[in-house]
T-cell receptor, first 115, second 113 residues
Framework: AQKVTQAQTEISVVEKEDVTLDCVYE???????LFWYKQPPSGELVFLIR??????QNEISGRYSWNFQKSTSSFNFTITASQVVDSAVYFCALKTYQGAQKLVFGQGTRLTINP | DSGVTQTPKHLITATGQRVTLRCSPRSGDLSVYWYQQSLDQGLQFLIQ???????AKGNILERFSAQQFPDLHSELNLSSLELGDSALYFC????????????FGDGTRLSIL
């Protein structure tokens, strides 16, 4: 079975601080995909990134960066110089190559950036 | 804007009733997925359709059913509604059977009184 754990339920930081959201996953499959989605207060789910299990290169997109480590089954997300607009619930998700192509979501981390 | 359109945005109804949620996928996307987001269960996969055919089922109750039409839009039917069905229902779409990223609509918030 697949499982995603986001141990941090809520994080609150002051604007311009860096913040890292943790994600640990479990799967027996060797081929899988990991995702991060953002859910702002307005409620929609916004796709941020997809990584496949064969690509462990870290990725940076502006103030966002992702650290994928297969050895620890983690796919952590860092926001550098956080802004108030980054306030949202962030979900990590897993999808395996075989079987049902469904996303298995973690419980989410509510991030609040205070001015 | 993800390109996935869900209607209605809000729905308020009573226990025992039946409702239909509608989803139009992004142009060119063949797969449609339905998810339920509730406070106690989080985001749960319900069902997937690919090019009109059911492809995968998740934690979908027997009171719920879905279909995908020839024009690729999809409907999720919820019947004999219970208080616990109150949730945010998301539709997502992707180009293929599931390896491509899923793009989500804004959701339909269902409130059962």
């Amino acid at each position: 079975a697949q499982k995603v754990t986001q141990a941090q339920t809520e994080i609150s930081v002051v604007e311009k601080e860096d913040v890292t959201l943790d994600c640990v996953y479990e799967t027996r499959d060797t081929t899988y995909y990991l995702f991060w989605y953002k859910q702002p207060p307005s409620g929609e789910l916004v796709f941020l990134i997809r990584r496949n299990s064969f690509d462990e290169q870290n990725e940076i997109s502006g103030r966002y960066s992702w650290n994928f480590q297969k050895s620890t089954s983690s796919f952590n997300f860092t926001i550098t110089a956080s802004q108030v607009v980054d306030s949202a619930v962030y979900f990590c998700a897993l999808k395996t190559y075989q079987g049902a192509q469904k996303l298995v979501f973690g419980q989410g981390t509510r991030l609040t950036i205070n001015p | 804007d993800s390109g996935v359109t869900q209607t209605p945005k809000h729905l308020i109804t009573a226990t025992g009733q039946r409702v239909t949620l509608r989803c139009s996928p992004r142009s060119g996307d063949l797969s449609v997925y339905w998810y339920q987001q509730s406070l106690d269960q989080g985001l749960q996969f319900l069902i997937q359709y690919y090019n009109g055919e059911e492809r995968a089922k998740g934690n979908i109750l027997e009171r719920f059913s879905a279909q995908q039409f020839p024009d690729l839009h999809s409907e999720l039917n919820l019947s004999s509604l219970e208080l616990g069905d109150s949730a945010l229902y998301f539709c997502a779409s992707s180009k293929d059977r599931g390896l491509q990223p899923q793009h989500f609509g804004d959701g339909t918030r269902l409130s059962i009184l």
